[in-house]
């Protein structure tokens, strides 16, 4: 069974940083291309990063409004994908999701970030 | 960037009916469409890929169609588990963008 478990959101101030991580199990990470996507508190689903596989250099692309900010990054020896996030802004606030890209994407269960004075 | 208009962002419907959601992309996608259904308090889940490949588990009663810059899923006998909100998404180019949702009730 596909599995993936994000931890580490919470509430944090503006400004401030905050990691998220994803432990996978059930498929083979190694050869995955993993992302992150967030949710809104309106429900709008905006895609955030990628990170490809070993085979294709474990190229990465960002969404531009994020570019310089977050950063993606992947250990294929503890199957796990992380998201580490600075200067946060209040429009940041979001359900993050873990996914694995497979012509469609799969998801984790989600972990909310709040970021508010 | 690649925008997705899926129509209609709300619908409602009876049980036993057949609804179609639409999405239209702002160029062409060549298939790289993906359909998700997100219920209440969980994440997005996969239902269909590459514009009309069902995912593993999901209802025969769900397809997907389309090619170019059209696409179309629909949902025949509507269950009352098919309340959800319906999501559909280009996988093509980055950044990977999405529809904005469509909300199916059941009348």
């Known amino acids: 069974e596909v599995q993936l478990v994000e931890t580490g959101g919470g509430l944090v101030q503006p400004g401030n940083s905050l990691k998220l991580s994803c432990a996978t199990s059930g498929f083979t990470f190694s050869t995955a291309w993993m992302n992150w996507i967030r949710q809104t508190p309106g429900k709008r689903l905006e895609w955030l990063a990628q990170?490809?596989?070993?085979?294709?250099?474990?190229?990465?692309s960002y969404l531009e409004s994020v570019k310089g900010r977050f950063t993606i990054s992947r250990d294929d020896s503890k199957s796990s994908v992380y998201l580490q996030m600075n200067n946060l802004k209040e429009e940041d606030t979001a359900i993050y999701y873990c996914t694995w890209n497979l012509g469609g994407f799969y998801w984790g269960q989600g972990v909310m970030v709040t970021v508010s004075s | 960037d690649i925008q997705m208009t899926q129509s209609p962002a709300s619908l409602s419907a009876s049980l036993g009916e057949t609804v179609t959601i639409e999405c239209l992309a702002s160029e062409d996608i060549y298939s790289n469409l993906a359909w998700y259904q997100q219920k209440p308090g969980k994440s997005p889940q996969l239902l269909i890929y590459?514009?009309?490949s069902l995912n593993d588990g999901v209802p025969s009663r769900f397809s997907g169609s389309g090619s170019g810059t059209q696409y179309s899923l629909k949902i025949n006998s509507l269950q009352s588990e098919d309340v959800s909100i319906y999501f559909c998404q280009q996988n093509y180019d980055s950044p990977f963008t999405f529809g904005s949702g469509t909300k199916l009730e059941i009348k």
């Open positions: 990170i490809e596989d070993k085979s294709n250099n474990y190229f990465i």
């Open positions: 590459y514009a009309n």
